[in-house]
């Protein structure tokens, strides 16, 4: 092969590679996929642009085949049940799957962990207008991505309203491609630990564990104090590749989600950190928080485990709701299971140390 064809062979490798993970494509290039939208639409042409979800009803909003790319997720709900963004739940599954690659309330997905709608701001996430749900993370496929919503609350839906567009491609993805991933967990509460050295995260609030060749892109987190303090003298640690001690770990709660001096009291959202819900330092007090690692993902080849202390040597009870973002090549472990839609719902857990 001359040197002129093997040119036209890498920079047609680099257009497909473009077609799946560009994020936002070079608009003076013409693109080369074939657009598509999955939606809510009324299919009989009138305005009843929406779907009713009755209790322990699974929705399909995406039930595409591949190769593609799903670019943006949008949500929009009308529900009168207390806490319904934690009793709804969004799965993901990839290439005829049987254990979803995200799974996680629909709320928390979206960066709303307290359960309760609230604008905020970030380049992969968003809220506008406290109840529009959007999702620009890019999610290629090989051969077939379906996208499920489930009532696990006790009364219906009223109006579930979806716009999830995706790209088809003419080629397969290329070597190496890796899968988006998404899980959510929960401590309500974390248990305090009597120590003040924490070298190994034994007992940290674990964000996400997962095995496989893969990198860690970022997480949401919300927190209810459970007694009066500042909360967030945690340090992340990230354990890769079975490593007993953190290779990656930091100075605090507020540092790693890029803020200073306890957020400073006020609220605060920009591209990829941001801590959208600052609340006092008091029991009861609400916070939410996000960290996306856009400029520089934490890659691993054999596992991952992100953490981050719950107070100094883990020594507070507060509770934390997380959503972790990741990519990696399938197949990917079983998720943990969901705790139960009434242990899901955010309280208060008085006289935690």
């Not at 006092?280 to 400029?295: I, N, P, T």
Request: charged share 20%.
């Amino acid at each position: 092969m001359g040197w002129w064809a093997g040119l036209a062979v890498l920079a047609a490798s680099m257009t497909a590679q473009a077609q799946v993970t560009a994020w936002r494509p070079d608009l003076t290039r013409q693109q080369e996929y074939v657009a598509h939208r999955s939606s809510s639409a009324d299919p009989t042409g009138g305005n009843h642009d929406f779907r009713s979800v009755a209790p322990g009803q699974t929705m399909t909003v995406l039930d595409a085949e591949g190769p593609g790319v799903v670019s943006h997720l949008w949500f929009t709900i009308a529900d009168d049940e207390p806490y319904f963004l934690k009793r709804i739940v969004l799965r993901i599954y990839w290439d005829g799957e049987k254990d979803p690659s995200v799974e996680a309330p629909i709320g928390d997905f979206f960066g709303l962990g307290l359960g309760y709608a609230h604008p905020w701001h970030s380049a992969v996430l968003s809220v506008g207008n406290d109840n529009a749900l959007n999702c620009f993370f890019p999610m290629p496929f090989a051969h077939h991505a379906r996208i499920t919503v489930t009532n696990e609350g006790v009364d219906p839906i009223d109006s579930l309203y979806w716009n999830i567009d995706y790209r088809t491609l003419d080629h397969p993805l290329p070597p190496g491609t890796l899968y988006f991933h998404a899980e959510y967990r929960q401590a309500q509460p974390n248990i305090a630990q009597n120590a003040t050295v924490n070298l190994d995260g034994q007992h940290n609030y674990v964000w996400m564990d997962a095995t496989g060749d893969g990198q860690f892109v970022g997480v949401t987190m919300s927190v209810i104090e459970n007694k009066d303090g500042w909360w967030g003298e945690g340090d992340d640690m990230f354990f890769i590749d079975g490593a007993q001690r953190p290779q990656i770990a930091g100075t605090g709660t507020e540092d790693y989600f890029l803020g200073a001096w306890d957020f400073g009291g006020k609220a605060f959202d920009y591209d990829t950190y941001g801590a959208p819900i600052v609340g006092k330092e008091l029991a009861g007090s609400r916070w939410s928080v996000y960290r996306f690692h856009l400029d520089q993902p934490i890659p691993f080849t054999r596992s991952m485990r992100a953490t981050i202390e719950h107070g100094n040597a883990d020594d507070r009870g507060d509770n934390y709701y997380s959503v972790a973002y990741w990519y990696q090549a399938e197949p990917h472990a079983p998720l943990p299971p969901l705790p139960p839609v009434a242990e899901r719902i955010p309280r208060v857990v008085p006289n935690q140390p």
